[in-house]
């Protein structure tokens, strides 16, 4: 069972950056679809940012040309660098892996994964 673990979040000010990552551990994914989530106790978990088996990465309209999504698959990590951070990007971010097949394509559902972390933090303050 593959099981995910978060690190990396934390208080930041408004412009600052923060770098999330979420190692694999526990099984081997083989070029699976990844993807981060974020979440606020009041709505549902939005899609963030996904990067498929083939590289190939989305993003959310809100995060564009502020956040990059990259894996190291050597040593099975995710990543996360957010740049400009703004108040509204305050939630509890989620790690996820779909490791049941290969994907191609925007994933940004939650429905679609089947690996999850446990959530990290980030609070931006203005």
């Known amino acids: 069972q593959v099981q995910l673990v978060e690190s990396g979040g934390g208080s930041v000010q408004a412009g600052g950056s923060l770098r999330l990552s979420c190692a694999a551990s526990?099984?081997?994914?083989?070029?699976?679809?990844m993807g981060w989530f974020r979440q606020l106790p009041a709505k549902e978990r939005e899609g963030v940012a996904s990067?498929?088996?083939?590289?190939?990465?989305t993003y959310s309209d809100s995060v564009k040309g502020r956040f990059t999504i990259s894996r190291d698959n050597a040593k099975n990590t995710l990543y996360l660098q957010m740049n400009s951070l703004k108040p509204e990007d305050t939630a509890t971010y989620y790690c996820?892996?779909?490791?049941?097949?290969?994907?191609?394509?925007?994933?940004?559902?939650?429905?679609?994964?089947?690996?999850w972390g446990q959530g990290t933090q980030v609070t931006v303050s203005s």
């Open positions: 990067i498929d088996s083939y590289g190939s990465t």
């Open positions: 526990g099984g081997t994914v083989s070029r699976p679809c």
């Open positions: 996820a892996a779909e490791d049941r097949w290969r994907c191609a394509g925007a994933y940004r559902q939650p429905d679609q994964y089947n690996r």
